[in-house]
């Protein structure tokens, strides 16, 4: 799912509990963002200025192995493809939104042939919308996380807790339980580091 470049991104623990353990929770930061989706997530198309916008259109990559859909794929009349992602909060640059836009292009120049080197997010927090140039750097660092996420789905492993400032806002905190985790890795590794000593 393309959803899963941008928890990888945020977090490869909390990535790896929706997609690998199949676990979710609601929080206030989650809930926002449904409320803000419920508009476009509904299929359908709105023209105006002679750009046509897309909502909800599936997208798919049979070289990256990606399936997901994007909030709105605006179509310009000189032949420009741009996707938009929708977000909660206030404008503000992260990379895992910058990376879940760049999967959506690379899956839409697939899908229609055509380059994609502009995308935006727009932040229903403030109102305003974020454009964002699709780099080379951003396409190598979507294709290094797929790699990634698949390896980890492939092990079947999950990945360590952050343990960090990411955690106080994650509504997978209780069933991560990232500061049990890093005290019981801790005291495995000091038992280790006794026995290599004593040994």
Not at 116 to 124: C, D
Not at 128 to 143: A, D, Q, S
């Amino acid at each position: 799912m393309l959803s899963a470049l941008q928890h990888w991104s945020y977090c490869p623990r909390q990535c790896g509990l929706i997609h690998l353990e199949q676990a979710f929770e609601e929080n206030v930061h989650t809930m926002r963002g449904n409320a803000v989706h419920e508009r476009v997530d509904e299929p359908g198309f709105e023209t105006f200025e002679g750009v046509r916008s897309e909502r909800a259109l599936p997208v798919w990559s049979d070289r990256l192995g990606l399936i997901g859909k994007c909030d709105v794929v605006e179509f310009h009349p000189d032949g420009r493809i741009s996707p938009v992602e929708y977000k909660h909060g206030k404008k503000r640059e992260e990379l895992h939104d910058d990376m879940q836009l760049a999967a959506q292009a690379m899956c839409l120049e697939e899908m229609t042939g055509k380059s994609i080197t502009r995308g935006a997010i727009y932040h229903h927090g403030s109102r305003r919308r974020r454009e964002v140039e699709i780099t080379p750097e951003l396409r190598r660092k979507v294709e290094e996380t797929v790699a990634a996420i698949r390896a980890m789905l492939d092990s079947g492993k999950l990945p360590p807790p952050a343990n960090d400032a990411r955690c106080r806002e994650c509504s997978l905190k209780e069933i991560c339980q990232p500061e049990a985790v890093a005290a019981l890795d801790a005291q495995h590794e000091m038992m280790n580091s006794l026995f290599d000593v004593e040994s």
